[in-house]
């Protein structure tokens, strides 16, 4: 979803319906964009112009069409797999059939105060109501099941359907993330998502948005935007604190280190970048002082060097040249004719063996495997 987001909006509902405070929290703390999101929307745009021509909901000349898609295509960000990605998408919403509705906007005050969320596109069947959401993002899988943005999503849909005199028994909620595993579905009946809406939504956006409730940190803190000035997540780390004065760690210990270690690291790198803007606007921090990083030695003009070693006599030598990485070339080429070309030549070489949770989605590995790895670097 591109655009604006409400107080309590959808895409956080799975950090406010937990811990309620954490939306008034961060609303004091400002957005920053990233390369990722600005290629995120960029993606978004061309999926819905795409959509709207497909669906025959285009509102315009050729010639409008064809100037919007010269925009996106112009972008610097844009790229032929970008293309096809939204094309495939295109194609798994109107597989779906039903009325769609593109980047519809839809009015959640019935259960979120203020609450409004703006769903990729909703295709309208008499029984089903079908609510696709386009992810652009390559890095973190997204499911659909229980999926808490999804399901704010489908209550929108729902109530607008029956404002239109249908009357469906299926919210079918669908996160299309091409470029991390594929589609994601998930089906809930009405009667399930009304009662979860009743139950848990309208109760906890009513603290939510008056800011109130406890502070519970958890695995959903992990895009907080307060993170790092959170003192319930900092106080998260407490266990850590008690291991002191011992000789020998123990394995609770190193359970306790392999729990909290990531999360630890992750979250002292996010006060450090904090701390750098906080003293770039002037304000500081006692004991703290910005210095330069370390700066590395770099020629002023690559041209002029190359004179300079030819008429030293250097004639090799001067150039390394090397294969872009495979997923670059995958978007040079796009993933079709990736496909096509190099059926042959991709091999998979497995990750080296890491360790995870218990719980983690991904098969245990044995000895073997990671045998296999050394074998094969
Ligand atoms: S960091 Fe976690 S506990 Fe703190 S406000 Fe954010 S979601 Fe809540």
């Not at 997204?142 to 404002?163: H, I």
């Not at 670059?328 to 360790?355: C, H, S, T, Y």
């Amino acid at each position: 979803m591109a655009g604006t987001h409400a107080i309590l909006s959808p895409s956080a509902a799975y950090r406010w319906l937990v811990c309620t405070p954490s939306a008034r929290f961060e609303e004091q703390i400002p957005e920053d964009e990233s390369v990722y999101a600005a290629e995120g929307t960029l993606a978004h745009e061309l999926a819905a112009l795409l959509l709207s021509a497909r669906a025959g909901l285009f509102k315009g000349p050729q010639k409008t069409f064809n100037a919007m898609l010269g925009k996106i295509t112009a972008s610097e960000l844009y790229s032929p797999e970008m293309l096809e990605h939204c094309e495939a998408y295109v194609g798994f919403v109107l597989e779906k059939g039903g009325d769609v509705l593109i980047e519809h906007s839809y009015d959640l005050t019935k259960y979120i105060p203020l609450g409004y969320g703006t769903a990729d596109a909703t295709s309208l069947t008499p029984k089903v109501i079908h609510v696709t959401d386009f992810k652009y993002g390559a890095g973190v899988r997204v499911a659909a099941t229980a999926n808490k943005q999804m399901m704010c999503y489908g209550l929108g849909a729902y109530e607008a359907a029956v404002k239109k005199g249908l009357k469906p028994e299926t919210v079918s909620l669908s996160i299309f993330q091409p470029r991390a595993g594929g589609p994601s579905s998930w089906d809930i009946s009405v009667t399930d998502l009304l009662k979860w809406a009743e139950e848990e939504v309208s109760p906890k956006a009513k603290l939510a948005i008056a800011g109130m409730g406890d502070f519970i940190p958890g695995k959903h803190c992990q895009f907080c935007k307060a993170r790092t000035s959170c003192k319930a997540y900092y106080d998260r780390f407490a266990d850590v604190k008690t291991i002191k004065d011992k000789r020998v760690m123990t394995d609770a210990d190193l359970v306790t280190v392999l729990t909290y270690g990531p999360l630890v690291a992750s979250w002292v790198k996010k006060v450090e970048e904090d701390a750098v803007k906080r003293l770039e606007g002037n304000k500081p921090l006692e004991g703290f002082k910005l210095v330069a990083g370390r700066g590395k030695r770099s020629f002023k003009s690559e041209d002029d060097v190359v004179d300079i070693l030819l008429g030293e006599g250097f004639e090799n030598d001067i150039f390394d040249s090397s294969i872009k990485p495979l997923t670059a070339i995958e978007k040079m080429v796009g993933p079709k004719r990736f496909k096509e070309l190099f059926a042959d030549q991709v091999i998979n070489v497995p990750g080296k063996p890491q360790i995870a949770p218990i719980d983690d989605d991904r098969p245990a590995i044995g000895a073997s495997a990671a045998d296999e790895y050394d074998d094969l670097i």
